[in-house]
């Protein structure tokens, strides 16, 4: 059993102590977020269990990752100690007790259970109104507001108010609030910036320091569920456009283990894809300089780097270069 120890303040350490039934080994991972705690580490389950110990100066939200991709939320805070369990045959059932803001989410996800996108949304915003001065409160609007391309600004914009009235100095949401504005540069519409990415060698390079009429940037991980399918969208959008000098495809990764990210990527040594990885996850500048908390993600630029298209819909790559590119898909 792995126990990790994050560095912090006396007096500011949590426990996690989780087990599942039905899954007795696998590598997991667990990130956050918040500020400047940010970070992402890796544990192994063994004989179905996991401890994980680390610091927290404030109730914030962890990530967990589980070897299928799936997240989970576990909210953690300064001296305490949590009790996770799952079912792996059901894992959107799993349960986190020892705190009020694990109990209110174990509430919402049993009240959403069997719910559509649509169903799930309109619960969320009810907890959010119902529940403003919690830290959930602030996860949901992130997840199932500012997070979902199907949610007007406004409405995202008047639950933020909400919140704000009852936290008006939550790091949290101050954090929220920054990543709002900072994302607004990958919007349609505005002109992405030029952060450094580290590539296979590590030596680093300017994500702009070459440009096609159209410039397809990608964001993915091996850990994340859809990392695949990513690869494959962005191979085959190789072959369809290969015979053109109109496409340039470029695949940041946010992979922490980079022999995993090696591996996956071993089969495109010449097919045209530009691959890059620090190793960094979210806490890599060239991820925050991007605006980027969540994978996957794809964005179409124009050669002055201005955004046409912005989309976590991994599948709707073919139809988008199709746009722009004006060929037909030869895919299924």
Not at 93 to 99: C, F, I, L, Q
Not at 124 to 143: C, G
Not at 183 to 203: F, H, I, S, Y
Request: a negative charge.
């Amino acid at each position: 059993m792995l126990a990790l120890t994050s560095c912090g303040q006396d007096g500011n350490s949590f426990r996690i102590r989780g087990s599942f039934s039905d899954m007795q080994a696998g590598q997991l991972y667990i990130y956050n977020l918040s500020g400047d705690e940010a970070r992402i580490d890796t544990l192994t389950l063994q004989a179905g269990r996991f401890l994980y110990r680390g610091q927290a100066s404030r109730v914030k939200p962890c990530i967990l990752v589980l070897p299928n991709g799936m997240e989970q939320v576990i909210f953690v805070g300064p001296g305490e100690d949590l009790t996770y369990t799952a079912t792996a045959n059901d894992l959107k059932s799993y349960t986190v007790k020892g705190s009020d803001e694990n109990h209110l989410m174990n509430q919402f996800r049993q009240d959403t259970y069997d719910q559509n996108p649509t169903e799930l949304t309109a619960t969320a915003r009810s907890y959010i109104q119902e529940h403003p001065h919690t830290q959930a409160a602030i996860y949901l609007l992130d997840q199932y507001f500012v997070q979902n391309e199907n949610v007007s600004a406004t409405e995202t914009t008047e639950l933020l108010r909400v919140i704000k009235q009852k936290q008006p100095h939550s790091h949290y949401l101050l954090d929220l609030e920054s990543k709002i504005a900072i994302a607004e540069q990958g919007q349609p519409g505005k002109t992405l910036p030029n952060p450094l990415l580290v590539q296979k060698d590590k030596t680093s390079t300017p994500l702009w320091h070459q440009t096609k009429e159209y410039n397809l940037i990608a964001l993915w991980s091996t850990w994340q569920s859809g990392g695949y399918d990513v690869l494959w969208k962005l191979r085959s959008a190789s072959g369809k456009y290969k015979d053109t000098d109109s496409l340039r495809i470029v695949a940041i990764s946010l992979d922490i283990q980079r022999y995993r990210w090696e591996d996956a990527i071993r089969p495109d040594t010449v097919n045209g894809i530009e691959h890059y990885c620090d190793g960094l996850a979210f806490e890599s500048p060239a991820i925050r300089h991007l605006g980027i908390d969540a994978v996957p993600l794809y964005l179409l630029t124009d050669k002055n780097h201005q955004v046409l298209e912005r989309s976590r819909d991994v599948q709707g790559i073919d139809k988008m270069l199709e746009k722009y590119l004006g060929k037909e898909s030869n895919t299924p």
